[in-house]
Structures are given as structure tokens and as C-alpha cells.
């Protein structure tokens, strides 16, 4: 039996955004029900949204194409994954003392979890922390909630990304006007939970995501994270080097899915002409493979420097899992061994989840194992069925019926319908015509005309109904008014704090400048007094010498008189 709850999930990529609606069933199961992509090489770059007003105009597409898909129902939310360059893992302990022979509890165990997500991180946010176990004495417990100790510290793993990845994400949700669901998952990370098996994270495993600007690897042991990184090279450096064959970037693309490898093999094959649409362009095949295998060893050797660097090199009891569209590459396994000069395990993760499809085509080669483990993953519905309402007729006359008011001379209300047979008002009650003040009495009383000659029968206003384009034109309107002015908000702020940044700069440089001038005084008047100093002993060596030498000639005098003498 599938359940009413329909999971709405956008996977944000370098090379296109994806979205599906899935619903499912007791067992488990995932009934996909929509699937909609859009090319974003023209907004995101590298995992980092640099263009708002395209990315929200791909947002729209994206939920435009899957509500088409699905059968009165809206989408009221979304749940997210994202990864960037600037993704990786970082390392934290957090201890605490604790008083003799304390049991830890639940609170303990909390306080030390938001002690580690308040770290300070210049220009970076934590976007998830994967506990890695907890000491209490020689005890290691990942659940130390009523162990007895006297100490514990918590080891996490942040993964941590730019402060602008996450501001850029949720400012195009906001001016989409699309809500997501709960904090945006790790694309790295969702892909693991639903790519390897139980046995593969227990014994330890790489897992590469070969993605079109960025490659990801995530080492796995004991069932935990125990590491990320993310290069900023992936597939789509293979096609921009083939665009070097003088040929256009779907050419390009095109020669690497049918013709390229990842090793460059000696065979009759790689002579082969390869004759492109052009008239009279052709290349040969080898030289499209020297080019492929020159940037995949590039991206394997980067691969392998990470893996050496998590320090699980010799713990990878499961081997190596390639996912991601970048998998695809042709004896991509080869060229890793080749290059490591190993022969690991390695497998090659295409679809590893069978969904039932709605008539629906989905891709099979990798690309969309984060968006079902999004999908999968998701805990509320995210869509809202819609009850029609009539839409009314702008050429229909409409009639309406109601009671209008009159006011008389006396502050009454007097009520009359407005189809009455005779369609009058009350006839003016009979009274004695007064000569009006003069201008005199006027200014002091300040009547110009008789109260009842202020009154006038309402008329009856004819019943328009807009245009409904129009409303939603205006309404339109209005919403871009808003999001133009949001966004020079926004554009303010950032030139406040760039401009704060840049003052806080040149104060540090003023401080370094003048901190240094002091310290070159400071020691330019040691070196004065030292020079003086030196002066003065010198001077007082002199005194001495000069006064021992006269001793010493008025000692020889002496002699020299005294010898006379005797003489």
C-alpha cells in the first residue's frame, strides 16, 4: 500500500539542478511520480550559486515541470542536497571536566554537541557533524550516556563549507518563493546512504563521486564518516580539454561519452577516424584519448593523494565505489590501479535502487543516486492537493443585490432596495426655505451650502471583473518590486561589510606599519645607547690610561733626578 506522503527533493549540481516527487509505499519502496532537470553551467559553478536571478528562474522550471507531471497537487516544499569546492572535513575534540564518579547524561552529552557546532570559523559554516565517538577515561563509547567517569571528550567531524554557499542557496529559494524542508543535506553524504552497503561502511571504503566540476571523496569505516575533501577538477574538465580539437562543447561532450578512455590502449582501434558533423573534420582516436587519459590520471592522482592523506590508505577492507555521471569513463578502474599500482576492490555504482516509475524516464548511469536517497530520506510531505475553484467569465454580467443606504437631513439612515419597483429614494421632507447667511456669518459659522443639498443619490456602480492575467501581471509585478528591493538590500549590505572589511584591513596594515616604526625606534635608541655606552667606557679607559702613563713618567722622572743627584 503507498502512503499519502509525497517527498519533493531538488539535487543542486555544476552541471544541472534535478527534482523529483516520490512517494512510498510500507515496504519502503519509492514510486517515482515526477522528474524534471535544468542545464545550471550558466549559474553555478565549482557547487557555488554566482548567478541569483538565473538560478531562481531554474528553481521555477524545476517546479513548474514536476507539479505538470503530478495530478492536482502543488508542491509546498522541497528538501535539498548541495557541495562545493570549499567542502571538507574538519576535526574537533571537546572535553569537560566532570566531578568524581559522575554518570553522563543525555544533557551532558547535548551541551557538548552544541559546544562543538559554536565553534568560530572565519568565512565558513558547519553544515553537518558526524560524531566520531566519545572518551571517558580508557573508555570509547559512541552512546556514553550512563557510563561513570570523571572526564569526557567528544570527537566530532564537522563538514564545513564557505558561509556564501549556504546564503546564495537560501536567497534563491527565498526569491523562488520555494520553502525547504530542513537544513540542505550533503550530496556526498545522502548518495552514501543509499549507494553502500552495511558491509562497506563497517569494513571501511572510498567512496568517489565523479561529479562535472568537482570530484568528492568520503572515506567510511566502522559505519562512521571518517573523512572529506573535495577537488575542484571532475568530468566536465575532460570535455573543455576536447573543445581544444577545435570543436564546440557538445561535440566535446559527445566524443568523451562514446569514444573516450581512460587509459590509452595500443591497438588498430586507435587509429581509427573519428568524423565529426563538419564537413571534412575528422580527428583520430588516439588523439582523443591521449587528451582523456591526460586529465583523468590529473583527477585519479588528486584522488589518490586524499585517500593517502585521511590516513585509511591500508583500512579500506571494501576497496574503492565510483559514482557520480564522471563513473562512466571508460576503464576508469584500470587507469586507478595503473596509477596506484595496486589492485584493489573497485566497483562501479550506476543505479543501485530500482524505483517503480510512473511512466517516467530516468536516467540509469549514477547520476540521480542522490536525488533517491533525498528522495527516500525525506520525513514530511511536501505536497498540497489543489480543489479547483471556477474561474469566473470577465464577459459575464453579473447581478448583484443589496440594500443601499441614504442618509437624510436628520442623520438617519434610510434603506431602500435597489430593484424597487419604482427605484426612488425618499422624497424630501417638506421644510421652509431659509435665506442664507451672509459672508460675514458665514466665515464665523463657517455653512456654505444647506446640508441636504451636500447629498447625492448614490449612483449604481456597474459590477467590472478584472482581468485575471492583469491581476497576476500586477501581482507579478509587485513580487519582482519586492525581490528588486531585497536584493539592493542585500547588495547594500554586502558593500557595508566589504567596505568594513576593507577599513578593519587598513587598520591592521596602519597597526603592523606603526607597530613597526615603534619597534625600528625602539631598537634605533637602544643601539644609541648602547653607542653611548661604549663611548664612555672608552673614554674612561682613556682617563686611566692617560693617568698611568703620567704615573709612570713622573716615576721614571723621579729616577732619572735622583740619579743626578748622586752623581
Known amino acids: 500500500m503507498t502512503t ?13 539542478i534535478a527534482g523529483m516527487v516520490g512517494r512510498r509505499d510500507s515496504g519502503g519502496n519509492l514510486e517515482v511520480l515526477a522528474y524534471a532537470t535544468e542545464n545550471s553551467s550558466s549559474f553555478i559553478r565549482k557547487g557555488i550559486i554566482f548567478n541569483i536571478d538565473k538560478a531562481v528562474i531554474g528553481l521555477k522550471s524545476i517546479i513548474d515541470n514536476l507539479e505538470k507531471s503530478l495530478e492536482g497537487l502543488t508542491i509546498s516544499k522541497v528538501y535539498v542536497s548541495i557541495c562545493g569546492q570549499s567542502f ?63 572526564r569526557i571528550e567528544g570527537c566530532f567531524l564537522n563538514i564545513v563549507g564557505r558561509s556564501i554557499v549556504r546564503k546564495n542557496l537560501e536567497r534563491c529559494f527565498s526569491d523562488a518563493r520555494i ?75 559527445e566524443l568523451k561519452v562514446h569514444y573516450g578512455s581512460a587509459t590509452l590502449e595500443i591497438s588498430k582501434d586507435e587509429e581509427e577516424i573519428i568524423h565529426l558533423n563538419e564537413e571534412n573534420h575528422s580527428v583520430k582516436l588516439s588523439e582523443i584519448n591521449n587528451i582523456v587519459e591526460a586529465r583523468a590520471m590529473e583527477i585519479i592522482a588528486n584522488v589518490w593523494n586524499q585517500i593517502q592523506l585521511s590516513g585509511y590508505t591500508n583500512r579500506l577492507g571494501s576497496g574503492l565505489i565510483f559514482t557520480g555521471g564522471g563513473s562512466n569513463l571508460r576503464n576508469l578502474s584500470t587507469a586507478f590501479c595503473k596509477y596506484i599500482k595496486r589492485n584493489p576492490k573497485i566497483r562501479t555504482a550506476s543505479l543501485v535502487y530500482e524505483p517503480s516509475i510512473s511512466g517516467l524516464t530516468i536516467p540509469s548511469d549514477g547520476t540521480i543516486n542522490a536525488l533517491i536517497g533525498l528522495t527516500l530520506g525525506g520525513r514530511e510531505n511536501c505536497c498540497e492537493r489543489i480543489f479547483n475553484q471556477p474561474i469566473p467569465n470577465p464577459d459575464q454580467e453579473v447581478k448583484i443585490d443589496h440594500p443601499s443606504e441614504e442618509i437624510d437631513e436628520g442623520g438617519l439612515s434610510v434603506s431602500y432596495d435597489n430593484n424597487d419597483k419604482y427605484d426612488t429614494k425618499p422624497d424630501r421632507p417638506e421644510t421652509e426655505d431659509m435665506p442664507l447667511p451672509s459672508d460675514e456669518e458665514n466665515k464665523k459659522i463657517g455653512i456654505k451650502v444647506p446640508f441636504w443639498d451636500k447629498i447625492r443619490k448614490p449612483k449604481k456602480e456597474e459590477i467590472e471583473i478584472e482581468d485575471p492575467e ?36 587598513q587598520k591592521k596594515k596602519q597597526d603592523v606599519l606603526k607597530a613597526q616604526q615603534q619597534e625600528k625606534e625602539r631598537i634605533l635608541r637602544e643601539k644609541r645607547k648602547e653607542q653611548e655606552r661604549i663611548e664612555k667606557l672608552a673614554k674612561k679607559k682613556d682617563n686611566k690610561f692617560n693617568k698611568a702613563l ?18
Open 470 to 505: 492583469a491581476v497576476a501581471q500586477r501581482e507579478y509585478e509587485r513580487e519582482q518590486q519586492q525581490i528588486r528591493k531585497d536584493r539592493d538590500r542585500a547588495e547594500r549590505e554586502a558593500q557595508h561589510e566589504v567596505e568594513t572589511l576593507r577599513r578593519a584591513e
Open 4 to 16: 499519502k506522503e509525497s517527498i519533493a527533493a531538488i539535487e543542486i549540481g555544476s552541471s544541472k
Open 179 to 253: 520553502k525547504i524542508a530542513d537544513d540542505p543535506d550533503i550530496t556526498s553524504t545522502v548518495t552514501a546512504k543509499y549507494v553502500l552497503t552495511e558491509s562497506e561502511r563497517r569494513l571501511g571504503c572510498a567512496l568517489i563521486d565523479f561529479g562535472a566540476d568537482t570530484t568528492t571523496v568520503s572515506i567510511y569505516h566502522k559505519n562512521i564518516l571518517r573523512f572529506l575533501s573535495v577537488i575542484p577538477i571532475g568530468s566536465s574538465s575532460i570535455t573543455h580539454d576536447l573543445m581544444s580539437l577545435n570543436i564546440d562543447e557538445n561535440e566535446a561532450e
Open 88 to 150: 571538507r572535513s574538519l576535526k574537533n575534540v571537546v572535553s569537560r571536566d566532570l566531578p568524581e564518579n559522575v554518570s553522563i547524561t543525555e544533557e551532558m552529552v547535548d551541551s557538548i554537541c552544541e559546544e562543538n557546532r559554536a565553534i568560530k570559523l572565519t568565512d565558513m559554516d558547519i553544515f553537518d557533524v558526524i560524531p566520531q565517538g566519545y572518551h571517558i577515561g580508557t573508555i570509547s563509547e559512541m552512546d556514553p550516556v550512563g557510563v561513570i567517569g570523571n
Open 550 to 567: 703620567n704615573h709612570l713618567t713622573d716615576i721614571f722622572f723621579n729616577e732619572d733626578q735622583m740619579k743626578d743627584d748622586n752623581d
